[in-house]
């Protein structure tokens, strides 16, 4: 199970990102709304072989606000559990940490990944923070 970095998923997805990363507006959960829905026009996408992006949505925990990518595993059921997608965070916080566009994101929202399965049974998430940037 390998993940796209999130600049390379589509050159529609990438705009949407460098919008919310460019944002000066007081209200950021409406922008990244704004940034989710401009996603969800190219959803559902194929990542890579078993990972498909079903949609993005935003919600707002305390003073933060998260962007969360909702991806499909095509797995057989109990082949990937938390453990395994834990694998994956490593890369990811490399890739969101060291693209300039996708920092200046992370800079200002968090970011969260869910999976499920086929049959949409969830399976495990992966959280990003810009606190995890070294």
Not at 10 to 30: E, G, I, Y
Request: charged share 20%; net charge positive; aromatic share 6%.
């Amino acid at each position: 199970m390998k993940h796209a970095p999130v600049s390379k998923v589509s050159p529609l997805v990438f705009m949407a990102l460098l919008s919310l990363a460019l944002s000066a507006r007081a209200d950021l959960l409406a922008e990244c709304n704004q940034t989710a829905g401009a996603i969800n026009k190219s959803t559902p996408q194929t990542l890579d072989r078993v990972t498909t992006l079903l949609s993005a949505v935003c919600f707002k925990e305390g003073a933060t606000v998260t962007l969360q990518y909702r991806n499909k595993l095509d797995v057989p059921a109990g082949t990937v559990d938390q453990a395994k997608i834990n694998t994956l965070k490593p890369s990811m916080v490399n890739a969101w940490c060291t693209d300039p566009t996708q920092r200046q994101v992370l800079n200002q929202v968090n970011i969260q990944y869910t999976y499920s399965d086929a049959k949409g049974k969830y399976i495990g998430k992966v959280d990003i923070a810009k606190r995890e940037c070294r």
